[in-house]
């Protein structure tokens, strides 16, 4: 763990005063790494050597597993052999790894769905009926231990509204609806419009929020633009460009949900139960995911959070998928998990992962990539939809955190014995290597073999 007295206030102000940012009147612009400035990252160790850069961490959810037969990996390295549904990750493979057979023991046999859903990165035992309990979430552990070397401790992200009431199971839907839980009786809430997780990333607030953010730093720009190398100014100009990009989308979309909220007033009724895109949220399930993951790649680009959460979809999902030729809705269709329907469906979430891993990869960071000093980590809450089995639950990760995470790898723990494929085996792995070394976490007291 870290000492106490560097997460003291002192401390982080005399961390983040280092950083360096674009700043025009209500909005404040974080920059990426810059080999000019030292925009972030601890200093050199001892002259002459290269900053340490910040190490990341990004749990990505979809609900209701894959196409089993359509799920799986074998070789290593630029010769692994992926399966059909894994296909998007293909130019990614050394630097992912798939991993099989992990289980979240506190989610089997307790009952379908929000019993197997509330506690996949806490493995806590949830408490069924009026009140909640679980346990903190693995994401929001990192999110108190290096928050405070950010500017945000973390970023809670969704692509669907949470929903509400209770499962005939018992258990509260609010269990289906988050993965981040900042305590054992409360999630953290989770923004899913994409134009306010935007203005959060830039601190963008006040009577000029809906202008142009570029056009309010423009002057901080230019200055900076003569102050830094001819590479780093490329580098800025290239992130201003895609900030400028991200922003036009995000401009279609604020009037819809203005539009979303004074008919809500008028009827009465919450924007939460209203469904897209009377509710504000894009029509296009395809640009919502996209604007998230631009969001988050933005985030790890320029420090502004080390930790991200973004529920792709909710467990029982009524998310519908025309664009796939995919008549059901998300839950309905994972009824039937064998079908050629239900594996495009998989596919597509795994190309959404494959489109921010690239992201990443694509943005220069000391000696590699954001992506190489990253770990994204994908997964869903059960293996079929039609069985409801969450003995075995579909895993890869993307990225090397800075080098301590050994990527191209097939990682396999089918029939290891059940004390040895925790899942929480595999939290306190990726927690080690972002220094937060904990004796235990969940139902976990070991690390993961072979990780």
């Known amino acids: 763990m870290r000492d106490p007295k560097e997460n003291s206030p002192a401390a982080r102000r005399f961390r983040l005063s280092r950083r360096t940012f674009l700043r025009g009147v209500g909005v404040t612009m974080a920059l990426p790494w810059l080999e000019s400035i030292p925009a972030f990252g601890d200093e050199p160790l001892k002259a002459g050597a290269p900053a340490a850069m910040p190490k990341r961490f990004a749990a990505l959810f979809w609900g209701n597993g894959v196409n089993g037969n359509h799920w799986s990996a074998k070789g290593s390295g630029k010769s692994m052999e992926l399966s059909k549904s894994l296909q998007p990750m293909e130019g990614l493979k050394t630097k992912m790894n798939f991993i099989d057979g992990l289980f979240n023991k506190s989610a089997v046999g307790v009952g379908i769905h929000p019993g197997q859903t509330g506690n996949l990165l806490s493995g806590m035992p949830l408490m069924k009926g009026a009140v909640l309990k679980g346990g903190i979430s693995m994401d929001q552990v990192l999110a108190n231990s290096i928050g405070q070397d950010s500017i945000q401790p973390s970023m809670v992200l969704g692509c669907e509204q949470p929903i509400t009431g209770y499962h005939e199971s018992n258990f509260s839907m609010a269990y289906s609806s988050h993965i981040s839980w900042q305590s054992a009786d409360s999630p953290v809430p989770m923004e899913v419009y994409p134009s306010l997780a935007f203005d959060s990333l830039f601190e963008n607030r006040g009577t000029r929020r809906t202008q142009s953010i570029l056009d309010r730093v423009k002057e901080d720009a230019s200055s900076l633009g003569r102050k830094i190398s001819g590479n780093d100014k490329a580098k800025l100009d290239e992130y201003l460009t895609s900030v400028r990009e991200v922003e036009k989308r995000i401009d279609r979309m604020r009037g819809d949900q203005a539009k979303a909220e004074k008919n809500a007033q008028g009827k009465n009724m919450p924007v939460a139960f209203m469904k897209r895109p009377d509710n504000g949220l894009p029509e296009d399930i395809r640009e919502h995911m996209r ?161």
């Open 291 to 451: 604007l998230m993951c631009d969001i988050t790649a933005m985030a790890f680009q320029t420090d502004k959070t080390r930790v991200v959460s973004l529920l792709l979809c909710r467990d029982l999902s009524g998310l519908f998928y025309p664009f796939l030729d995919v008549r059901k809705a998300h839950h309905s269709a994972s009824h039937d998990d064998l079908s050629d329907d239900f594996e495009r469906i998989a596919r597509y979430y795994v190309s959404q992962v494959a489109y921010l891993a690239t992201k990443l990869d694509a943005m220069p960071e000391g000696e590699g990539t954001v992506l190489d000093n990253s770990c994204l980590m994908f997964l869903s809450n059960m293996w079929s939809g039609n069985r409801h089995d969450s003995t075995r639950l579909p895993m890869l990760t993307v990225g090397g955190l800075g080098g301590t995470l050994e990527t191209g790898r097939v990682l396999s723990y089918v029939g290891k014995g059940d004390e040895n494929r925790k899942v929480c085996s595999l939290y306190l792995s990726l927690m080690d290597r972002m220094g937060v070394k904990l004796p235990r976490f969940g139902d976990a007291d070991v690390r993961l073999a072979g990780v």
